[in-house]
C-alpha cells in the first residue's frame, strides 16, 4: 500500500489534529468538519474513507493489543477488509490532549 504522506496541522472545534496520511487526495477539511461528532473527538486517531461519494469516519486507538480491529496499527487490514478496493482515504492525529 503505497501512502502520501501530508502532515497538514488544522484545528476544529479547538482541537488539533495532523493530517498523517492522505490516499488519493481524500482529506477535505469541510468534509472532515462535517462529519465529525462527539464520540470521534475522544480517539487519538481518524481514519476517512470514500465510498459512493460518502465520507465515513472511523475511530482508532493505539494499543498493545493486536486482536483490536480499531488499533491504529491494524489499519492496512481494515482498508483491505471494510473499504472499497481503491477507494480514498486519510489519516489524521489528535495532536493534543
Sequence with gaps: MEIEQSNL???VDGIIYELIYNFKDA???E???ERL????????????DISHEKLRLTGFVLT???TNSKNINN???FILEYCNFGSPFF???KRNS
Design 9 to 11: 496541522i488544522f484545528e
Design 64 to 66: 498493545k493489543d493486536s
Design 37 to 48: 461528532v462527539d464520540v470521534l473527538k475522544n480517539k487519538p486517531f481518524i481514519v476517512g
Design 31 to 33: 468534509s472532515f468538519e
Design 27 to 29: 482529506f477535505q477539511k
Design 75 to 77: 489499519l492496512e487490514d
Design 91 to 93: 489519516v489524521v492525529k
